[in-house]
């Protein structure tokens, strides 16, 4: 278990939490999370750990890859309960996306894999853009979903991101929707490569919360999920239900995964219609306020009801066009 071998390593060199923290320019909250097995280091922090205390970076990935299998299934136990908030109000995948991938590509793919699919809204979008889909995703409760509303093109998988089942070099893009972060970047990438023709796509497409709307709205949904931040911070119990990765490193862990030729950032809006009562879904679609609610109400019920009553005063009664803004990071194999 990382959260032993972390702990060791400290106390081998004696050094205090605070001292620990300070050498990798982390929280000495940080640090005691990792030992108590809340929540895991990231790859970045892992290879500092080994350059600074000499231990063999090999040694700790697999300490972390024990530990993962346990996070993964954790991650996606998180979204069970509300998947049909999450398919009624999340934003659809942009046909720009789809077209940079298959311009990138030179061709009509012939097979997708949709990593961590949820209830298919981003395999629906590649219906008719390729000559199948396949939809990868460890929910039962977000499969359901998707495969009650897929076409004949698309198929579905239960499987975690970092061991599909599919075959080697099967794959022309793999597409990966509001959910790398969700994912052991380093774990998932090698069983991207796997898959993955020589010269096939790997993009994941991540929106920026809120989406652009008005300010009071915005600052309203800041607010609220400002507080959801500190409440995960605060509460262990809550911390351990979840691990996400940092999206911001996303372009960096496909560079450093040394498995692509070229790697970039593309940025991109949308515009969807939006009602209040979507607004107000797709805070709920969001699993952090999720697992608030479900493991302790009264942290959050009081700072939910003044986001409710801001959007409503601040949104206009009618639907609105809002724009959602994406990150689409892109490694060509």
């Not at 990382?2 to 004696?14: L, Y």
């Not at 929106?207 to 800041?222: G, L, Q």
Request: proline residues 3%.
């Amino acid at each position: 278990m990382i959260s032993e071998m972390i702990k060791e390593i400290r106390k081998n060199v004696n050094m205090t939490q605070d001292e620990m923290a300070q050498a990798l320019y982390v929280t000495r909250q940080a640090v005691s999370r990792w030992e108590n097995g809340d929540t895991t280091p990231n790859l970045e922090t892992l290879t500092q750990i080994s350059k600074m205390f000499g231990v063999s970076l090999d040694r700790l990935l697999e300490a972390y890859q024990n530990t993962d299998n346990t996070t993964a299934e954790i991650n996606a136990d998180r979204f069970i309960g509300f998947a049909d908030i999450y398919e009624n109000s999340r934003p659809t995948v942009p046909a720009h996306a789809i077209e940079i991938i298959t311009n990138y590509l030179g061709k009509t793919p012939e097979t997708v894999v949709d990593l961590g699919c949820g209830t298919g809204l981003s395999t629906r979008a590649w219906e008719n853009k390729c000559v199948k889909v396949i939809g990868v995703e460890p929910s039962e409760d977000m499969l359901n979903i998707a495969k009650a509303k897929s076409s004949s093109n698309a198929s579905f998988v239960k499987a975690y991101s970092d061991n599909t089942g599919l075959p080697n070099d099967s794959a022309d893009v793999v597409f990966c929707s509001q959910a790398f972060h969700w994912m052991n970047p380093h774990d998932t990438l090698s069983e991207v490569d796997r898959i993955l023709r020589k010269g096939g796509i790997f993009a994941a497409v991540d929106c920026d919360w809120p989406p652009v709307c008005n300010a009071n709205t915005e600052i309203a949904y800041m607010n609220l999920f400002n507080k959801v931040r500190i409440i995960e911070e605060e509460n262990k119990d809550i911390c351990k239900t979840f691990h996400r990765w940092d999206k911001n490193n996303h372009l960096k862990n496909l560079i450093e995964s040394g498995f692509f030729k070229y790697c970039r950032e593309i940025v991109f809006d949308n515009c969807e219609e939006c009602s209040i009562e979507r607004f107000l879904a797709l805070a709920q679609s969001q699993g952090s306020l999720q697992t608030i609610l479900k493991y302790s109400p009264e942290l959050i019920e009081n700072d939910y009801k003044i986001f409710q009553k801001a959007v409503q005063k601040s949104f206009d009664t009618e639907k609105n066009k809002v724009s959602f803004c994406y990150r689409m990071r892109v490694g060509i194999k």
